[in-house]
């Protein structure tokens, strides 16, 4: 697939995860919370959201690959990387003990967090996208787990934007160039 198919695409998958944070947030808020041994519902709504937030982050890595040299791809490989773990670790959390879940969950979270912040940083460094667009890859994180339970909100604010912002971009790398 050409870049600017997979950069459409992803934007598409990026704002389509920041949606369903943003479902998750109001199912979570509907029941009142996260329970500490969240449901079959709970489990999918975050998985889902982590599966489209990580295909949308190959369309950013697609637009920006040439330019932001090995920060970048340990950034972007962080992110996958603790994405799964927290992926296993919320699938398997019926089977698992709280503690290990725990522990996992705290590892995913906090190299997600690293990962963002690297991939921000990144962002910033190889100037393809506006720099508000940066510090909002460094900011969106520590803000939503700031906070609290209405921290999906903004994480799924944040996607939208930033997956929308992907998409322009992907739409001008198609219009072919004029030329007189």
Known sequence: MPASGVIRWGAI?????GLVWIIFNVYALSQ???PARP???FVAFYVAALLSSNAGLLGFHALQQDGYGRLGRVALYTVLGSSALLIVSALTLPFANTAVFNVTDMIGLVGVLIGFILYGVATLRV???PIWCGVL???FLPVSIALGDYGNFFTGLAQ???????LQRGAAAQRPSRVS
């Not at 998958?13 to 995860?17: N, S």
């Open 13 to 17: 998958a990026f704002m389509l995860g």
């Open 32 to 34: 009142g919370g996260t």
């Open 39 to 41: 449901g079959p519902g």
């Open 127 to 129: 100037r393809v996208l």
């Open 137 to 139: 890859f460094i900011a």
């Open 160 to 166: 939208l934007v930033l997956g929308y912002v992907l």
